[in-house]
Nanobody, 125 residues
Framework: QVHLEESGGGSVQTGGSLKLSCAIS????????IGWFRQSQTKREGVASI?????????NFVKGRFTISRRNPGAPGDTMFLDMDNLEPEDTALYYC?????????????????WGQGTQVTVSS
């Protein structure tokens, strides 16, 4: 059973940094894709995804500011991270992790089906 639980959100000023974590269980890295998404007042969009063979893929708006990584994939302590630097007010959103069983097509962000509850990120100017 897939279970995803986010943490690490908060409030920062423009230019600040945050590190989000997603505790993962039930996600076999050889069968599932994993990624970060965000929901603002106006839209939901993919932020980044990661897979063992294709590596990381980022949305265009990331512009080198965010880094996705995963520790202990498929093992105890399996955790995905999103390091966010140089944050902008436009990054304000509910950030959550998602998973899909479409491996290795991990860039099909519209077809992710497993979700965590999310963690709020607020960036003030």
């Amino acid at each position: 059973q897939v279970h995803l639980e986010e943490s690490g959100g908060g409030s920062v000023q423009t230019g600040g940094s945050l590190k989000l974590s997603c505790a993962i269980s039930g996600v076999n890295p050889g069968r599932y894709c994993i990624g970060w998404f965000r929901q603002s007042q106006t839209k939901r969009e993919g932020v980044a995804s990661i897979s063992p063979f294709k590596g990381a893929h980022y949305a265009n708006f990331v512009k080198g500011r965010f880094t996705i990584s995963r520790r202990n994939p498929g093992a105890p302590g399996d955790t995905m991270f999103l390091d966010m630097d140089n944050l902008e007010p436009e990054d304000t959103a509910l950030y959550y992790c998602g998973a899909s069983d479409l491996y290795p097509d991990c860039e099909r962000w519209d077809e992710y089906i497993f979700w965590g509850q999310g963690t709020q990120v607020t960036v003030s100017s």
